[in-house]
């Protein structure tokens, strides 16, 4: 028997002489016998379950032994099957190692002619070590023979791996993963990124014309950054800061994959005691000149005083300002404690325990008094600073870190008053920090510091920014290394104490441009709503465009505020009659002189005057209109209007010249969908269509300026209740009726134009009623969808898994997916309401309304959200406050609603076919 049976049988012996049984007393006895059959069980209970969990015994050992050998049995099945399937189209076999935090994989990578990358586990190497280490800290689930397709990559990388040039990163589009892998030497890279270009994979470039998403092969970093224009891009402001420095990071060999090439990011803010905090005021700003460790001149004067002696003690080697880094394997460890997989890695560190309390990330505060202060923490921060508030809470695993000295249990990470210890609210201030003016206007200097000229020399040296010489990549070979003990030291040194990026910029980085002065009234009003809430809303009638309710007008995602009548001449406009109106909107702000449009003599063309002082009302011909706002039949209406002449006119709206002989696009739609919005989605280019909600189980893709119909899909088994196009235009997701949600692949025929592969990718159950509402996005990899029992759902887009469910105590009528934040606005009329959830399910706002919301829209920026209401009523609310800024009456029926191209002007379409464009001040 071991010690565990032993001291288990001591602790049963305990409680079943915790008392005496009375035999006289039979109730008694009764219970105590109860007592005692239920004490046996648990103790047996728990001493089976140490028995299996417990790596030291016998019998787990057993376990293990024979989970080793099947493991080994199917990799070895699965690799024999891949050699056989692709033995005569093997191009490269080359021997690596895949790299992720929590383990190192040996491996062989293939490249094969048919365009599949193979990673295939190396079996002996993984048996060897099976026999040093159990199968727990293996880590069993990461041992996986993969393939994948060479067209799926999105990104390759050269990285470094211990200061040698062996590895490179591939980004992935089947799961948005990437992979580090390390090979043997340079040469096998060079191998790799040879024979990719010879597959024909830099050709795929000229699918796109976004420069961001195109695909560069080199092992050379600044040849990339030239390439890929990041630096001129982020100057004309077309990229944020955050994207930037990710950039940046990515380029200088930083990965999420190794530890101790971490991504690194600035401190921005220095105060993290007041109540309250200004973004506007430059003093709460670090000085972005300096590095972490000069900010404070009393611990840099003791710093430099270090500098000289061992300038004097040491002459062999280098002397050093900072022993420390800034970025090294402890620093995202200590930060990133309460999620896995550092947790687990944290515990391994310190022998299966957590380190001492005191020593644990406890407080914002009192971790930048630390590398303000402290002579030997100089760590910067990680990107989860400014996107990822989980990071800073325990509440989904609760663990137990123990207390600290002043018997103060740990647990949340203490943060500034200014944020009200919110976590969401610390992350978004912080983000908006980084993208401020300020950070803006300096953030050049930091990249010298990290990643430009004054990362190491004499520019180091007169920056103050001298680390320890073996963080330096110039200052390692292991070619001259023959002592293995000594390699060994040096390869410890670079992966637990620090390693300085890619040095990327030989000259001095180039500051940012300024924020353009010409801006469109909508971003000027996002200036004014910092301090003040919107005064006038003016609206114009324009014209009527049918004898129908309107139920959609479509808009261009994309703006280019440089030309904005390029970016999209066109207003879409669909009626519940299934027709399709194209009018064309001019701007004469954007309109050169060539494109000028004399309407004197064209009864189509209505002139917008704006005066905040009175509305002018087109009149309009009603004749076919009943009182319900449903015309006739055939929809073919007098529409005209007499309008005030105005030469000092700027916006024009041409009516479809076509507009009586317009075809119905879908069958009849269906009475039970009471929101037409969920119903229609456009292309970014503006070309195509995606509508359902006919009394058919079909949706359909149309062309627009045609108004024909290019495919009629069918997939569900009861009407489709809903759709929704992700941001990239490569996948449509339908709900239906039956309660499933449908993915589908978007594909671009020979004509550029966009159809849909008639065989769906996933099917998605876990509803049980009618989808009423669906959204998605490429880039987060999820799919949020809601039905009529009141729940919400999140998949993984790629994978069509399952992620978690949001179930809300009232109806939901409306719901958004917010990039920005990122965030879930749940509007609901049942019960009054209007929400922010996280992505991962936690209440962020809420606020309540005595209101009956129709309609919404959101900016493109996510800051200013439209209500439409019952009760005739137009509110403007921010977010993330969900503060209201603007409400307003109007006196029009409001079926639907959308934004002018660069979002200045509010266009609404009536219950009884009116089309109305409103300005706001």
Known sequence: MNQYYSELYQKKTKYLNYKRLDNNDKTTFKKQLNEKMRMELDIEKEIKRKLINNDGNEM?????????????????????????????????QLHCVLINPLIKVPGIFYLTSNQKIIFLIDLIKINDMFKKDNLEKFRIKYL???????????????????????????????????????????????????????????????????????????????????????????????????QYLMYLNFLAGRTFNDLSQYPIFPWILIDYTSESIDLNDRKIYRDLKKPIGALNPIKF?????????????????????????????????????????????????????FDHPDRLFHSISETWNNCYNTLSDVKELTPEFFYFPEFLENNLNNYDFGSRQDQKKLNNVILPKWCNNDAYEFVRINRKALESDYVSENLHHWIDLIFGYKQQGEDAIKANNVFYYLTYENNVNFD??????????????????????????NKPHPGRGKRSLKLSNYHILMNLLKT?????????????????????????????????????????????????????????????????????????????????NETKNFQVDNKNENENGNGNENGNGNFGYKKKENNNNNFFLEIDPNIGNKPRIVPTFVSQINHFNNCFAITNDGTTLFCCGSIVPTFSIIQIETSKVIQ?????????????????????????KDSTVLVWEIIQNNKKQYQINPIWIHKLYCHYEQIVSLDLNYDLDIIISTSKNNSIIVFSLKKGKYLFELQLKVPIQFFKLLIHLPAILVISNHGKTIQLFSLNGKLLNQQNFNITISNYKIFSNEKLLILICAEKKIIFLKIPSLEIVGDFKINYPISSLSFTFDESLVVFGTKNGQVIISNFK
């Open 60 to 92: 787990n050992l057993v376990q293990q032994n024979k989970k080793k050998k099947n493991l080994l049995k199917t990799l070895k099945i699965e690799k024999n099957h891949l050699k056989n399937k692709y033995k005569e189209k093997m191009l490269i």
């Open 144 to 242: 996986k023979n993969r393939i994948w397709d060479v067209e799926s990559i999105i990104k390759l990388y050269p990285k470094r791996y211990y200061f040698q040039h062996t590895a490179i990163e591939i980004q992935f589009s089947n799961n948005n993963k990437s992979y580090l892998f390390n090979f043997e030497n340079k040469k096998d890279i060079r191998k790799v990124i040879n024979q990719l270009k010879l597959s024909g994979l830099e050709r795929l470039n000229k699918n796109t014309s976004n420069n961001i998403n195109k695909i560069y092969l080199s092992l050379d970093c600044k040849e990339l950054l030239k390439k890929y224009n990041y630096t001129k891009l982020w100057q004309e402001r077309k990229i944020s800061n955050f």
């Open 301 to 353: 004067e003791k710093l430099y005083q270090k500098f000289k002696f061992s300038e004097k003690m040491d002459p062999g080697k280098p002397p050093f300002l900072y022993g420390s880094h800034y970025s090294n394997t402890g620093v995202p460890l200590f930060f990133l404690l309460r999620i896995e997989p550092f947790t687990t890695l944290s515990i391994e560190q310190f022998d299966n325990r």
């Open 480 to 505: 001259k290394v023959r002592d293995s003990i000594e390699k060994n030291a040096i390869m410890s040194q670079i992966e637990h104490f620090g390693q300085c990026p890619i040095q990327l910029f």
């Open 532 to 612: 003040k809430k919107i005064k006038n809303f003016n609206h114009l009638i324009i014209n009527k465009i049918s004898n129908f309710p309107i139920l959609f007008i479509g808009e261009k995602s994309t703006i280019n505020l440089r030309n904005l009548l390029r970016s999209s001449k066109k207003l879409i406009i669909l009626d519940k009659n299934r027709k399709l109106f194209v009018n064309n909107f001019y701007n004469k702000n954007f309109i050169n002189d060539n494109d000028y449009i004399n309407n004197n003599n064209d009864n189509r063309k209505g002139n917008i005057d704006y005066d905040q």
């Open 712 to 736: 009629t899909i069918k997939g569900h088994k009861d009407i489709v209740t809903c759709l929704a196009l992700d941001n990239l235009n490569k996948y449509l997701i339908t709900g239906s």
